[in-house]
């Protein structure tokens, strides 16, 4: 084949790889199959680029998690991004994000006062990203405004979905929901400042009109930003719960609130 032909379908095959990889960004961890149908390529063509990426030590595969009953069979096997993957999607702007925090911080004389002035940035910076969300939840029912959040946040990048969290009796009305966000753009910066995601999840809180917990984040190492949001008049969250509790998408039960380094906030 002629050097250009070549070059070609290096760089062919690397853009499809590419979009393989975006998919498992923006919709979770997924199957071969369900890459195959969102990306209109064969199952074989998915999993040689699949098998690429593992061997670049971007993507791993594990077993889907189920709840509730099992059906017979092997579990399906799915493929998440590592934390090498994840960060080939950030930009370089991400230093100068860090920077522009640090001065903010450092202007103010640093310290405790720091801590707050960058407190301050990142609630008038989510406050203003909940007004456009707030005008998007007035229309949802109340039912479904977890959903309706959800759905803003994927629009925004954050890759978010909603699991009803069940009752121990079904007879019991559902405890709550987990919003999950499986793609969180600052969380090379939130590493750093930990001030944003607690300006994100209050929020989440004024949003829904309701108290809501952070279980897990991308930020401190957790595979899925997850945020607890109970329903009315429900029990404490599955993670006050202790033994039996439903454990956080992506994570297991002992990942599902254990941050990299502290509290857990996203």
């Known amino acids: 084949m002629p050097a250009p032909a070549v070059e ?20 979770g961890p997924s199957s071969a199959a369900d890459l195959a149908s969102r990306l209109g390529l064969t199952a074989a063509a998915v999993r040689r680029h699949l098998d690429s990426l ?7 595969s594990r077993e889907q998690r189920v709840y509730g009953s099992r059906g017979r069979g092997r579990p399906a096997k799915v493929f998440a991004l590592t934390e090498c993957g994840r960060d080939a999607f950030y930009q370089a702007y991400d230093q100068l994000a860090a920077d522009a925090l640090r001065w903010i911080s450092e202007t103010v004389g640093g310290g405790k006062a720091g801590e707050e002035a960058v407190a301050a940035f990142a609630r008038a910076r989510f406050h203003q990203q909940g ?11 109340e039912g479904g405004r977890a959903e309706a959040l959800a759905q803003a946040l994927s629009a925004d990048g954050y890759a978010a979905t909603v699991r009803r969290v069940p009752a121990a009796s079904a007879a019991k009305a559902p405890v709550g929901a987990q919003l999950c966000q499986h793609h969180c753009p600052v969380a090379h910066i939130a590493e750093q400042f930990p001030q944003l995601c607690e300006a994100e999840t209050e929020v989440f809180s004024q949003l829904l009109g309701t108290h809501v917990q952070r279980l897990a984040t991308i930020a401190h190492g957790d595979g899925v930003c997850t945020t607890y949001v109970p329903a009315p008049g429900a029990a404490p969250s599955p993670a006050e719960r202790g033994p039996g509790a ?15 380094g502290g509290t857990s906030h996203d």
Not at 13 to 21: F, G, K, L, Q
Not at 54 to 60: F, M, N, Q, S, T
Not at 131 to 141: F, G, I, S
């Open 246 to 260: 439903v454990p956080t998408v992506g994570t297991s039960r002992h990942e599902s609130a254990r941050p990299r």
């Open 8 to 27: 070609a379908a290096v760089d062919g095959h690397r853009a499809t790889r590419d979009r393989v990889a975006r998919s498992i960004l923006d919709h």
């Open 54 to 60: 593992a061997a670049a030590g971007l993507v791993e």
């Open 131 to 141: 007004e456009k969300y707030r005008r998007l939840l007035a229309q949802a029912e």
